[in-house]
């Protein structure tokens, strides 16, 4: 049973920054892409950001330039740095496996991390 453990999250005020961390406990965690979604209340759960290998990241264009994702193959630690923060950051955020050869993340999630931005 793969186990995602979202931390890092918490209230930050706008322009402010957060390090979001993901400890994924699974085997061959090198071979996977990984990615960063994010859920507002009341929406629906968007990818954020995506790796496959250092140089080959996917940003959603509401975070390009302020977020970078990252991915630490010897730990199996995923991580997500988040500047110049906005009130719609505002979410739950999660990480996870994409498929191999898809876009398509696996069905279990962990509990993510809340992310709060507001004066």
């Known amino acids: 049973q793969v186990q995602l453990v979202e931390s890092g999250g918490g209230l930050e005020q706008p322009g402010g920054s957060l390090r979001l961390s993901c400890a994924a406990s699974?085997?061959?965690?090198?071979?996977?892409?990984m990615a960063w979604y994010r859920q507002a209340p009341g929406g629906q759960r968007d990818e954020v950001e995506s790796?496959?290998?250092?140089?080959?990241?996917r940003y959603a264009d509401s975070v390009k330039g302020r977020f970078t994702i990252s991915k630490d193959n010897a730990k199996n630690m995923v991580y997500l740095e988040m500047k110049r923060l906005k009130p719609e950051d505002t979410a739950v955020y999660y990480c996870n496996r994409l498929k191999p050869g898809t876009r398509a993340p696996y069905e279990y999630w962990g509990q993510g991390t809340q992310v709060t931005v507001s004066s």
């Open positions: 699974t085997s061959f965690f090198s071979i996977y892409d």
């Open positions: 790796i496959s290998s250092p140089g080959s990241e």
